[in-house]
């Protein structure tokens, strides 16, 4: 069973503008936690941004910020004023305490291009 | 402050050979893993090393796979009598703790003629 859904294969955004990657997730855990990674094309993954399960406040880092619904089970970034730069792909990871263990398992990833 | 290091970058090799890859993790990471990454998708966890301890393996990881990480240091994978499908990028990542973010390497890109 899919664990990590990620339903855009693709996203094009105008620079400046703001941007919503979606990620749904599905887990029987209570404990768990959510990731996004970004992945230029030189191919190195760059962790972004994390949120707990318990964390009653949205995750933030910079421009980058999670939209995190619990009973919907999704965990969507946002990227506010995007940049060239952050043309890439990007991927949502879970992690949880039973089923998982330590590793991650990730979503299909959603490629992001950011349009001058 | 140094990150994740892998080597080599990339790696072609003829059906048949063995392969190993080096993976030297943050120094203070007591947690290593080892992911594999195919064209397109998301990448896969093979192993898992809580300091020296192999602790998870998938399924995915076949008896022509093995990891080690003597002394709880820099890690090896080698892949023996490799074979056309293990062609990919074989990531490795470190982290603290279990809920800690998990840092990539640049990955090894094997291609196998």
């Known amino acids: 069973a899919q664990k990590i859904t990620q339903t855009q294969p693709g996203m094009f955004v105008q620079e400046k503008e703001a941007v919503t990657l979606d990620c749904t997730y599905d887990t029987s855990d209570q404990s768990y936690g959510l990731f996004w990674y970004k992945q230029p094309s030189s191919g190195e993954m760059i962790f972004l941004i994390y949120?707990?399960?318990?964390?009653?406040q949205n995750a933030t880092e910079g421009r980058y910020s999670l939209n995190f619904q619990k009973a919907r089970k999704s965990a969507n970034l946002v990227i506010s004023a995007s940049q060239l730069g952050d043309s890439a792909m990007y991927f949502c990871?879970?992690?949880?305490?039973?089923?998982?263990?330590?590793?991650?398992?990730f979503g299909e990833g959603t490629q992001l291009t950011v349009n001058p | 402050d140094t990150g994740v290091s892998q080597n080599p970058r990339h790696k072609i090799t003829k059906r048949g050979q063995n392969v190993t890859f080096r993976c030297d993790p943050i120094s203070e990471h007591n947690r290593l893993y080892w992911y594999r990454q195919t064209l397109g998708q998301g990448p896969e966890f093979l192993t898992y090393f809580q300091n020296e301890a192999q602790l998870e393996k998938s399924r995915l990881l076949s008896d022509r796979f093995s990891a080690e990480r003597p002394k709880g240091s820099f890690s090896t994978l080698e892949i023996q009598r490799t074979e056309q499908g293990d062609s990919a990028m074989y990531l490795c990542?470190?982290?603290?703790?279990?809920?800690?973010?998990?840092?990539f390497g640049d990955g090894t890109r094997l291609s196998i003629l």
């Open positions: 949120q707990g399960s318990y964390d009653e």
């Open positions: 990542a470190s982290s603290l703790g279990t809920n800690q973010p998990q840092h």
């Open positions: 990871a879970m992690r949880d305490q039973i089923t998982s263990g330590s590793r991650l398992t």
